[in-house]
T-cell receptor, first 114, second 114 residues
Framework: DTGVSQDPRHKITKRGQNVTFRCDPI?????LYWYRQTLGQGPEFLTY????????KSRLLSDRFSAERPKGSFSTLEIQRTEQGDSAMYLC????????????FGQGTRLTVV | ELKVEQNPLFLSMQEGKNYTIYCNYS?????LYWYRQDPGKSLESLFV?????AVKQEGRLMASLDTKARLSTLHITAAVHDLSATYFC??????????????FGEGTQLTVNP
């Protein structure tokens, strides 16, 4: 296992379309996080899974956003009716369920809404 | 709400010079991370600081943590062009429903000029 994998790496979509991103965490990592990073800013927390349970969602995650982790392995993040303001880098990270363990980030999916 | 502030946000320095990036945070935490990000890329972990007084060094970079002052520093010694990147500090807050979510600073964009 070479690390956290995200797909696609880049996505260009028209406003109003739906998009879905996938994240494959490091094997046996129970925790999975989604972050969003806009140009010139630090990443912002979106949501957190422990195994298949989505335990926290940021208020940044509007009703158009939904995330799943159906079997506690890979996760998907879907954005419905995309808006230009959704253009950002979407980062996935995973870690073990141990308090001081470090989270490892994937390469990210860069979304451009035109 | 946890706030993380970095300064400076932009730093232009000459090769061979020394400089320090500062990271202040608003809530007690004893875990702080430093990341490097190259343009269009994901986050590369540099340091994990787990306790008050922790100091870690890797090459020309040295990071320290003062939990009482809620301050971390990233010191650059004899800068070289390859260090040009954006540097983020991030503070972890552990919670039952939030895992180890990270709150990031705005980042310091470092440019090292020949």
């Amino acid at each position: 296992d070479t690390g956290v994998s995200q797909d696609p790496r880049h996505k260009i979509t028209k406003r109003g379309q739906n998009v879905t991103f996938r994240c494959d965490p490091i094997s046996e990592h129970n925790r999975l996080y989604w972050y969003r990073q806009t140009l010139g800013q630090g990443p912002e927390f979106l949501t957190y899974f422990q195994n298949e349970a989505q335990l926290e969602k940021s208020r940044l995650l509007s009703d158009r956003f939904s995330a799943e982790r159906p079997k506690g392995s890979f996760s998907t993040l879907e954005i419905q009716r995309t808006e230009q303001g959704d253009s950002a880098m979407y980062l996935c990270a995973s870690s073990f369920v141990v308090e001081n363990t470090e989270a490892f980030f994937g390469q990210g999916t860069r979304l451009t809404v035109v | 709400e946890l706030k993380v502030e970095q300064n400076p946000l932009f730093l232009s320095m000459q090769e061979g010079k020394n400089y320090t990036i500062y990271c202040n945070y608003s809530t007690t935490s004893d875990r702080l991370y430093w990341y490097r990000q190259d343009p269009g890329k994901s986050l590369e972990s540099l340091f994990v600081l787990l306790s008050n007084g922790a100091v870690k060094q890797e090459g020309r970079l040295m990071a320290s943590l003062d939990t009482k002052a809620r301050l971390s520093t990233l010191h650059i010694t004899a800068a070289v062009h390859d260090l040009s990147a954006t540097y983020f500090c991030a503070v972890a807050l552990f919670g039952e429903t939030s895992g180890s979510r990270l709150t990031f600073g705005e980042g310091t964009q470092l440019t090292v000029n020949p």
